[in-house]
């Protein structure tokens, strides 16, 4: 039997992307799964040519040894198996489960030597950053799939079990000779469960689990950064068949906040002050993120740029037994630039007195009339 070209086995132009053909695959297998077409040869034979179709074509590399030799890329004497273009049927069954079936299945068919696990759910959090100060719990709603507790979640109708697999006898993997090679591959009547469900049960449809939302309490913990994840075990997707449940993994991201910077555990305050205040020193008020303000004496003389630490003002450490970090609040000095006429009086008879109070200035005016007179 001559085997049909990959892209036309998908339905896929031959400059179809990555993405194209995975969402075809999906698709496509979908339709034709074994679990959703019980005893249909027709079906079956579809889902393998499907299967192959996509091991290879998802590959950059086999896709390309496709491309160039068409399917004698992975016969016998061509490389052969572990050579570039080889073509691993027992583990690219797995494969193909493990990163497909995985999150529409519910992680049902990873091969029965493996766990049948539900799979993971990953959900994205943004949280302020006076949450992130403070901790707080939330609560969401995960949309996920559940075991049906109709059938138990073996998919099987009330009353009945499920049987013994005739494909594989109950194994999960059958055996087929590949050209001179004897592979093992994950039962495709049963997809490796090693057992069938002849009465599918109603409220699931012989899938064991059912689609629902579930609203969960999350505490979350002082100190949370961006990218941090905790992990709520078994509030995953429920485990195919009644095995048991993935996990759920909350990201979180944190919202830039109008006035305070952070970095890890240490908060940063860029606050602007008069340049009165910073040449004849004074009391500088700043804000805290847990609310309220601290006062700061600030000395004669401070310069823009310069930085005062507040110890223990910071973010909490995350699981830092209580540690927190410090708040470093940094000053610039304003240049005052709407002045009335007697405030331009003022600082006139200022300037023309102001010898020795600006020592960089003057510093840096001597420097330069020597380079100048140094023939520079
Ligand atoms: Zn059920
Ligand atoms: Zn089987």
């Known amino acids: ?23 075809a695959y999906r698709k496509a297998a979908k339709e034709h799964h074994p679990d959703r077409n019980p ?29 160039r030799f068409g399917h004698a890329a992975f016969e016998q004497g061509h490389g052969g198996r572990g050579g570039a273009a080889g073509f691993d049927f027992a583990a690219s069954f797995t494969d193909v489960f493990d990163d ?8 049902g068919a990873r091969g029965r030597g493996r766990s049948n696990r539900g799979s993971d759910l990953r959900y994205d959090m943004q949280i302020s950053l ?30 009945t079990k499920p049987e013994t697999c005739p494909g594989c006898a109950g194994h ?29 049960c109603k ?21 949370v950064e961006e990218g941090t994840r905790i ?25 830039e906040h109008p006035i305070f910077q952070r970095n890890a555990h240490e908060l940063y305050c860029r606050v602007p002050i008069g340049f009165a205040t910073a040449a004849l020193g004074g009391t500088l008020e700043v804000p805290l993120l847990s609310g309220g303000s601290a006062k700061i004496s ?51 008879a200022f300037a023309d007195n102001s010898d020795g109070a600006q020592p960089e200035c003057e510093g840096f005016f001597a420097k330069m009339k020597e380079f100048l007179s140094g023939g520079g």
């Open 39 to 67: 005893g249909d040869a027709t079906a079956e034979h579809k889902f393998k040519e499907l299967s192959e179709a996509y091991e290879v074509l998802k590959d950059g590399d086999k896709r390309a040894a496709y491309d």
């Open 298 to 348: 600030v000395p004669e003389g401070t310069q823009t740029g310069h930085q005062f630490r507040l110890r223990h003002r910071g973010m909490p450490v995350l699981k830092g037994n209580g540690a927190v970090g410090d708040l470093y609040v940094e000053v610039k000095v304003e240049t005052p630039s709407k002045l009335s006429k007697k405030q331009k009086e003022l600082l006139r």
């Open 130 to 159: 006076e949450d992130a100060f403070k901790g707080r719990s939330a609560q969401i709603k995960v949309p996920s799939a559940v075991a049906c507790d109709v059938c138990g979640g073996t998919g099987a109708e009330a009353g």
């Open 172 to 200: 999960g993997k059958v055996r087929a000779q590949q050209g001179f090679f004897t592979v093992e591959r994950t039962c495709p009547k049963c997809q490796g469960r090693g057992s069938v469900v002849r009465k599918p």
């Open 203 to 223: 409220p699931c449809s012989g899938r064991g689990h059912i689609q629902t939302e579930r609203t969960l309490q999350v505490d979350i913990p002082p100190g």
């Open 231 to 255: 992990r709520l075990t078994g509030e995953g997707h429920a485990g195919h068949h009644g095995a048991p449940p993935g996990d759920l993994y909350i990201f979180f991201s944190v919202a």
């Open 1 to 23: 039997m001559s085997k049909r070209c990959y892209y036309e086995i998908l339905g896929l132009a031959r400059t179809s992307s990555g993405d194209e053909i995975k969402s």
């Open 100 to 107: 497909l079936f995985g999150e529409f299945m519910g992680g």
